[in-house]
């Protein structure tokens, strides 16, 4: 989650920007100094909020880190999972032991060979330390490395999605424990990606170079900078100006215009990235169903969608987007509105007050949809206090649970326990809202076990609904991936899993923007 909330992070969220604020103005091409000449310039809308992958869950993190570190697994552009630092693996009979064998001849950017003790280290740092995907590891019981090339999970249960889990980029990379120990991983990691972290200029940019040794081929740039510019104005601008050669801050308003734009290419990829609003279940009188079901009738999302992603995006009630093979059909709250709402408060026996509502200006759609939900909830005498603070800030709001609601976005989502169980499960990582049922418990419980997949589609259709019903989330919409580059850019790639790869980009020297 891009909490991204995780990610996407938070937290992690596929950036749509509709409201200026302060950022990196245009100029010319960024020089750290430690950079390679030529370098890929990479606009993204925000500053990694730190550069441990095990420990950030912010997208801006993952969109840099992506291109540093690997994963055993990963997904491919269909998202289905494909070898990585793993070539092959087997499950046992029982569905308990999975084997996995190593790439060979793979080695860290300072030249350490990589080894099945890195992957155990790995894991074992994860799980042992309760970092943000720790609950991703919640069946594993043993880890071990019986030679330097094969890798064993030993799980306490069958579980169907371990490729998911283990190959989504977000906080599974497989890291140098060297790295690690000496505590160099905040500052300047190494992996072994196709990129080697450069340098980093606080406010300004971050600078890899190419790592001639990596395991799927040399990268067809021989860098990449990438720049923090939040405003999409200037993002665009800087793209247009041939001072950056890729940027995913576009101004959705301007998507219809820039499709006829020749001067770049621009992708708008629907994803299985949503957005939505958590009401803080620890605190009166959102502790009550009815109320954040009276809220939920009152959001018009349709405005929200309009104002935020100029129909880029498309209104849904629950996470899982239509043509997804996990969608469940649900509109519940389409129909009834503030009547409705009104009802289900004076059921409740509730008076409205005021209400914390908790946004961050590094996703300006949340504070563009914070004051549509302030004029939704004020019929019903809600006073929508408006809090708007920097990304790092609002971490720290979400996890100490200083809010009474709250907006962002989750991306990355493959399988439906990406979607659900950090979440919704009472225990789950990311279940900053304090939701808790039963049956939603033991319906993501019986998800991440089952191997039928017929019965595996019903658990969570069924989940889905309860969440929903519940309202454990207030779902407003499914994001597009709209990103746009230079036309002399190739063999990039739009995914919609919001997953940033240059690994395979070149940039044509002749028709490159001027340097």
Not at 53 to 59: C, N, R, S, V
Not at 332 to 343: F, W
Request: with cysteine; charged share 20%; glycine share 6%.
């Amino acid at each position: 989650m891009m909490a991204r909330t995780a990610v996407w992070t938070a937290v992690l969220a596929i950036v749509m920007m509709v409201a200026s604020v302060t950022g990196c103005s245009t100029g010319r091409r960024v020089d750290l100094g430690e950079g390679a000449a030529g370098s890929l310039v990479a606009a993204i809308a925000g500053e990694p909020d730190q550069l441990d992958p095990h420990k950030t869950t912010a997208y801006f993190s993952f969109e840099v880190l992506e291109n540093v570190f690997d994963t055993l697994v990963e997904p491919d552009g269909n998202l289905q999972m494909r070898p990585a630092l793993a070539t092959s693996w087997e499950v046992s009979p029982d569905q308990r032991v999975w084997t996995f064998h190593l790439r060979p001849g793979v080695k860290f950017h300072d030249g350490t060979p990589l080894t099945a003790d890195d992957v155990v280290f790995s894991y074992r740092r994860i799980i042992d330390e309760k970092l943000a995907n720790s609950d991703k590891f919640s069946a594993v019981t043993a880890v071990e490395a019986p030679d330097p090339t094969t890798v064993v999970i030993r799980v306490s249960r069958p579980t169907p999605n371990m490729l998911t889990n283990i190959g989504g980029f977000k906080g599974m990379a497989i890291v140098s424990r060297r790295n690690v120990e000496s505590g160099q991983i905040a500052t300047h990691p190494i992996g072994t990606g196709p990129f080697r972290f450069a340098g980093q200029k606080s406010g300004d940019s971050i600078s890899l170079v190419a790592n001639p040794d990596y395991w799927d081929g040399p990268p067809g740039v021989p860098g990449v900078t990438f720049r923090f510019i939040s405003e999409p104005s200037t993002a665009l601008s800087a793209l247009q100006a041939g001072e950056v050669d890729w940027t995913d801050s576009i101004p959705p308003q301007r998507v219809r215009q820039l499709s006829d734009d020749d001067s770049l290419r621009l992708a708008v990829t629907p994803s299985n990235d949503y957005w939505y609003l958590a009401l803080n279940e620890a605190h009166a009188p959102y502790n009550d169903v009815r109320v954040r079901q009276a809220i939920a009738y009152a959001i018009d999302r349709d405005a929200i969608v309009a104002a935020t992603s100029y129909g880029t995006a498309k209104v849904n009630e629950l996470a899982i987007p239509e043509g997804n093979p996990w969608y469940t059909p649900y509109d519940r709250y389409r129909e009834g509105g503030v009547d409705k709402a009104r009802e289900l408060l004076s059921e409740a026996g509730v008076t409205p007050g005021d209400l914390d509502m908790l946004v961050t200006t590094e996703y300006p759609e949340t504070v563009t949809a914070a004051q549509i939900v302030a004029d939704n909830l004020a019929p019903l005498g809600f006073t929508v206090k408006i809090r708007t603070v920097d990304f790092a800030t609002w971490l720290d709001e979400q996890n100490s649970g200083h809010f009474d609601m709250l907006m962002l976005g989750w991306l990355g989502n493959i399988d439906p326990d990406d979607f659900y169980y950090a979440q919704h499960h009472t225990d789950g990582s990311s279940n900053a809202q304090k939701f808790s049922d039963p049956e939603v418990d033991r319906l993501l419980d019986a998800g991440r076990v089952e191997t039928d997949h017929a019965a595996r589609v019903a658990d969570y259709a069924r989940a889905a609904t309860l969440i929903a019903d519940k309202v454990s989330y207030i779902y407003l919409y499914n994001s597009s991936v709209i990103q746009a580059w230079n036309p002399a850019l190739t063999g990039y790639e739009a995914r919609r899993d919001g997953a940033v790869r240059f690994r395979h980009a070149v940039l044509d020297a002749d028709g490159s923007a001027s340097r």
